[in-house]
């Protein structure tokens, strides 16, 4: 199930693109330029409320479950996205965790450019990347050990799920865009980078939320959305 949901995300975003070069493998895209790009949009409501159930139902067998905040800038680099948060609430743990540590957490990302053109296109789960100053609720399957000296002992992993499951407790203000064009699901990300969900129309968006605050409910019974 998981593959399949992978593998069905793979193909949604990538089927404007028969050849493509993957820049973070090749270490030729510098992440800080991550704005001047594109990004995948939520365009279907049916595919999104498929994906979000997936979510919903993988989420409950994951070993963590923390709402948090990120606490600085992210760190981006050619394969994932690292944050420094402060744990507010521990839901579920194996006991490593209790409310004020701050930690780190990865997600999965990926670039890649067109080999016929100089677009180049951002992976990020159809979501923004977490702001500061706000609240997420975050699931981890795994806990990584670093050995680098320059990265923290531990980094909690976020699966890499089509929708991966880290969600804003706040409802952001969502700028709606149809695709770049009709064999696609790439929007330009500029007018889009202060979005929490990358969305082609309202009714898409809001079958996004109203999952995501299904799944909050359940889990943070004080949260009441």
């Given amino acids: 199930m998981v593959v399949a949901s992978i593998l069905v995300t793979f193909a949604y975003g990538m089927s404007v693109r028969t050849t493509y070069t993957d820049l973070y493998r090749n270490h030729e895209w510098v992440g800080d330029d991550y704005k ?75 670039v890649s450019q067109s080999q016929d053109s100089d677009e180049v296109y951002l992976e990020l789960n159809f979501r923004n990347i ?49 695709p770049v064009s009709s064999d696609n699901t790439y929007i330009f990300y500029q007018p889009v980078a202060d979005n929490e969900v990358f969305a082609s129309d309202k009714e898409v968006a809001d079958a996004y939320l109203t999952y995501k605050k299904q799944i909050i409910n359940t889990y943070d019974k004080d949260a009441k959305l």
């Fill in 36 to 110: 001047n790009c594109y990004c995948a949009a939520l365009t279907d409501v049916q595919m999104t409320k498929h994906w979000m159930s997936f979510t919903e139902e993988s989420v409950a067998e994951l070993p963590y479950c923390i709402k948090c905040s990120p606490v600085s800038e992210p760190v981006v680099s050619y394969d994932n996205i690292r944050y420094e948060v402060e744990v507010l609430k521990v839901f579920r743990s194996e006991g490593d965790l209790h409310e004020g540590d701050i930690i780190w957490i990865s997600r999965a990302w990926s």
């Fill in 130 to 178: 977490m702001q500061q100053e706000q609240a997420y609720m975050v699931f981890f399957e795994s806990v990584e050990e670093m050995k680098q000296t320059k990265y923290p002992e531990k980094i909690y992993m976020l699966p890499d799920y089509a929708i991966a499951p880290f969600f804003a407790y706040e409802d952001g203000t969502n700028v709606y865009m149809n």
